[in-house]
């Protein structure tokens, strides 16, 4: 039934997306349900065409995964696997990226890591993790394994980590902990660009034309129930719930 809704919509759009697409985009989970639950309910209300989930799904605590016990390991997929549950409970298509908290080989319906798919007529593509700098989480790389990456033909690109030297990279006053690498993806796409990772930097960045997008996370440290909006190509919104602020960032003006 979702696909075949899915589709409906695709066919009345031309075969392409329009701007009445909606997706919604969920940050960095870390399995904190307070906060997802009020997300939910916002985009349940929203009656979205698809979500987009920028990684980082499971409980916080078992961030250093790389070096954890085998115990760990299985806690913490299970709780990316709850927090894809909760998520697809809503009932339209999910696209995800593992973050730098969770497993490279993290499986499950969606993920886009390295990959392109289309939902509600938009091509999704997708790059989990985050780099270049390395504190020993399980999925991190160097600039130069996102830059030999084919660049895909897209209209979102769904990212874990920030494009660099933007608002929205930005760890405290003065620095920028985003990567080159998804900068300069950014500076060759006519789209949008979707992320987290850094959750205390939620907001809006234009980098030539792509307009760019931190969700910010719902887990800690800095969590909070937010949530994003990609509005056809045009548009981006950003809506805190615990303090009702709304933003948006429009292509034009
Ligand atoms: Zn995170």
Redesign the pocket.
């Known amino acids: 039934m979702i696909a075949n809704s899915d589709e409906d919509r695709y066919r009345k759009a031309g075969g392409g997306y329009n701007a009445a697409m909606t997706l919604a985009v969920i940050g ?1 989970i ?1 399995a904190t349900w307070d906060n997802l639950g009020p997300v939910l309910e916002r985009v349940r209300r929203e009656r979205v065409d698809g979500i987009l989930v920028v990684g ?1 799904l499971g409980a916080n605590e078992f961030g250093l995964l790389a070096r954890a016990a085998p115990d760990t390991v299985r806690n913490y997929r299970e709780s990316a696997a709850e927090a894809l549950r909760r998520v697809r409970s809503l009932g339209v298509p999910v696209l995800w990226v593992p ?3 969770d497993p490279r080989d993290l499986a499950g319906e969606g993920n886009v890591d390295g990959r392109v798919s289309t939902v509600a007529g938009l091509r999704v593509a997708g790059i989990g993790g985050a780099g270049p700098d390395r504190y020993g989480f399980a999925y991190e790389w160097d600039e130069d394994e996102i830059l030999a990456r084919a660049v895909p033909e897209c209209d979102v690109f769904l990212c874990h980590a920030p494009p660099r030297w933007t608002p929205i990279d930005m760890v405290g006053r003065a620095v920028h902990a985003g990567s080159d690498a998804i900068r300069r993806c950014a500076e060759r796409h006519r789209g949008v660009l979707v992320c ?2 850094i ?1 205390e930097a939620p907001g809006f960045a234009r980098i030539g034309e792509c307009l760019c997008m931190n969700v910010g ?1 719902l ?1 800690p440290p800095y969590g909070r129930p937010q949530v994003g909006f990609v509005r056809g190509m045009d548009e981006l919104g950003h809506e805190d719930l615990a303090s009702g602020t709304r933003q948006r960032l429009l292509r034009q003006g």
């Open positions: 960095d870390h980082d973050g730098n908290h987290g990772h959750h996370g887990g």
